[in-house]
Structure formats: C-alpha cells, structure tokens
C-alpha cells in the first residue's frame, strides 16, 4: 500500500519559516523523482520544487533562493525547507513521487498559511 503523508503545515507570519515533511511507504523511494506541489483558493496546481533520485532540482522561479527540497533515502523522507514566506505563499502543499508517466503518486496535503 502506497502512502505519502505530508507534516509540517501550519500558520506563520510573513517573513517567517516553515519545514514540511513527506514520509512515504510502500514504494522504492530511492529511484522515484519526489516533488512538492501547492494550490491555492481559484487556482490551479502548480509546481514548487522536485528532486530526482540523484540529486538534481529544480524550482518555480518565484521560489528560488527561498525554498529548498531535500532528501533523505535512508528515511524514504522528502523535506521542503520555506523561508521568506509571503502571504502569496497561502496554500495546501501536495508531496508527489513519480517513477513513470503511468505511476504517480500524491499525499492528501498540507495547509500552509502566511497572515500577520
């Protein structure tokens, strides 16, 4: 059974940092590209950041030199480090692993909310 389960979400002022989480089961974590995903209120789904089985990523150009994904294959564990939040920031973050076009996978999210 496939599972991804995203921590970390919670409320934080603008300027301020949060750490998400995604653990994952059930899947061969190491050779699945991992991705984090947001959607906001009217808006459609859009990608943050991913990061291949080797190491490679890449980012959203609004999220460049605030956020960063990471992983740790020993953990089958996906981070995504947020600093400088804006209140554009304001949405659910999905966490997605992707071996082929026919096999992806997506954890039911986490809410982030950047308010003063």
């Known amino acids: 059974q496939v599972q991804l389960v995203e921590s970390g979400g919670g409320l934080v002022q603008p300027g301020g940092s949060l750490r998400l989480s995604c653990a994952t089961s059930g899947i061969l974590f190491t050779i699945y590209a991992m991705a984090w995903y947001r959607q906001a209120p009217g808006k459609q789904r859009e990608l943050v950041a991913l990061?291949?089985?080797?190491?490679?990523?890449n980012y959203a150009d609004s999220m460049k030199g605030r956020f960063t994904i990471s992983r740790d294959n020993a953990k089958n564990t996906v981070y995504l480090q947020m600093n400088s939040l804006k209140p554009e920031d304001t949405a659910v973050y999905y966490c997605?692993?992707?071996?082929?076009?026919?096999?992806?996978?997506w954890g039911r999210g986490t809410q982030v909310t950047v308010s003063s």
């Open positions: 990061i291949t089985y080797s190491g490679s990523t």
């Open positions: 997605n692993a992707q071996r082929t076009l026919r096999e992806s996978f």
